[in-house]
């Protein structure tokens, strides 16, 4: 499986984004990772197969929202709100098993492909 993140960009503050993930084999549960300069990778959400079930990082609840098109095979991310602590480069991900339990959504090992990541920046 093959992912291609997009629609990463600079954005000031309070400003809106969508990126959009495109995989070209069958996906599993796909999520949406960051990482901030000088910083671990962190999850951010995540939306199961098996039953649409959606999950955020606290960080990020209430501002973004997660989406995925699976005729499309496309995951999106709806971020609003956008604060200069939300720049980092976005990675997407999934896993080759429709379900993954809630103690391991939000680990990057239960994730089988990544994508090469999209860099949102968000000024002051």
């Given amino acids: 499986v093959q992912l291609q993140a997009s629609g990463g960009g600079l954005v000031q503050a309070g400003g809106s984004l969508r990126l959009s993930c495109a995989a070209s084999g069958r996906t599993g549960v796909m999520g949406w990772f960051r990482q901030a300069p000088g910083k671990e990778r962190e999850f951010v959400s995540a939306i199961r197969r098996s ?37 980092a480069v976005y990675y997407c991900a999934t896993s080759e098993v429709p379900h993954i339990i809630l103690s391991r959504i939000r680990i990057g090992d239960s994730y089988d492909y990544w994508g090469k990541g999209t860099l949102v920046t968000v000024s002051s």
């Avoid at 997660?66 to 971020?79: A, E, F, G, H, V």
């Fill in 51 to 87: 039953d649409g079930n959606r999950f955020y990082a606290d960080s990020v609840k209430g501002r973004f929202t997660i989406s995925r098109d699976n005729p499309k095979n496309t995951m999106y991310l709806q971020m609003n709100s956008l604060k200069p602590e939300d720049t």
